[in-house]
Structure formats: C-alpha cells, structure tokens
C-alpha cells in the first residue's frame, strides 16, 4: 500500500483545511488509518485514527472537537477536516495504515502502523 497526503498549506489561525490521504493497493480499505503530526523540534505524535469500518474514529485530546476524520472506501481515501486551526497545529502532518485487516481496535502510537505516506505540512499563522 502506498500512501499519499495532502492538502496542507498556510492558514490564518481559526481558519479551515482538509487533509487527505490517497492509497494504491486493493486492501485500503480494509485498513484502519492515522493521523499524526510532527512539529519542527518535537516528536512525531498522533492526532486522529478511523477503524476500517468507520465507525471508530478516536482524538488525540488536542485536537478533539475541532478535528473529524472520516473515510470514503469507495475512493481508497481518508480525510481529516481541520477547523478552529491554532499556530500550534502547525506542523507536518502524515497518514498512515495499520495493516491487520477489519480490525476495530485503532492504533494510536506510531509504532502500530506499517504503511506511511510522505506528509504535508501545514502551517497556521497568528
């Protein structure tokens, strides 16, 4: 499976972007996927994830309530709508896969996905 984010781009604080995660592979689908973000200097740390089905999208208490992620199996993609953006959201931001298929029980540690995509950053100004 490769992975392909974007979407990123310069946004003034309290504004809006939507992320995207493209796949190739047949068993995209099948994956749940994550969300994570690395801002200059600091680690790389989780943000949102989605099971296979949908139905189990989980937050990272950071971005809970201004985030949503969802996903469109029909378009092998997954989505992460940004609103009420703050400066310190600003970073890169990648997707990844978790290759255990159906499976309704969504890594949220970087260690528990296999398939990454290259990033896109996003930088929100003050």
């Known amino acids: 499976v490769q992975l392909q984010a974007f979407g990123g781009g310069l946004v003034q604080a309290g504004g809006s972007l939507r992320l995207s995660c493209a796949a190739s592979g047949r068993a995209f689908s099948r994956y749940a996927v994550g969300w994570f973000r690395q801002a200059p200097g600091k680690e790389r740390e989780f943000a949102a994830s989605?099971?296979?089905?949908?139905?189990?999208?989980y937050y990272a208490d950071s971005v809970k309530g201004r985030f949503t992620i969802s996903r469109d199996n029909a378009k092998d993609t997954v989505y992460l709508q940004m609103n009420s953006l703050k400066p310190e959201d600003t970073a890169v931001y990648y997707c990844a896969a978790d290759p255990r298929p159906y499976s309704e029980v969504v890594p949220t540690t970087a260690g528990g996905y296999v398939y990454w995509g290259q990033g896109t950053l996003v930088t929100v100004s003050s």
């Open positions: 989605i099971s296979w089905s949908g139905r189990n999208p």
